[in-house]
């Protein structure tokens, strides 16, 4: 089972960017269907944008346009570029396989200050 392992999550301010990555542990290629998800305190994890192997990306309404899915395949990483943040962005976030998680990593907190 491959292992991903989350980074580049930290505090900004309303309207600030962030770039989170996700590093596999073998080649990100062989991995169909890559996700990132979030959970916010007190609520339920939900998928926040995925990437086929294909390079096709799938967002939630609410990260539209800010949000950007990408997969580096010779740096065997898939990163999550976040800009224009609002405090409802605020949780940890985790990338699994998608739209069927494996077991969880310990994810990256990212907390966006109003």
């Known amino acids: 089972q491959v292992q991903l392992v989350e980074s580049g999550g930290g505090l900004v301010q309303t309207g600030g960017s962030l770039r989170l990555s996700c590093a596999a542990s073998e080649s990100i290629s062989s991995i169909n269907n890559v996700g990132w998800y979030r959970q916010a305190p007190g609520k339920q994890r939900e998928m926040v944008a995925a990437?086929?192997?294909?390079?096709?990306?799938t967002y939630r309404d609410s990260v539209k346009g800010r949000f950007t899915i990408s997969r580096d395949n010779a740096e065997n990483t898939v990163l999550l570029q976040m800009n224009s943040l609002k405090p409802e962005d605020t949780g940890v976030y985790y990338c699994n396989t998608f739209p069927l998680p494996n077991s969880w990593g310990q994810g990256t907190q990212v907390t966006v200050s109003s």
């Open positions: 990437i086929t192997r294909g390079g096709t990306t």
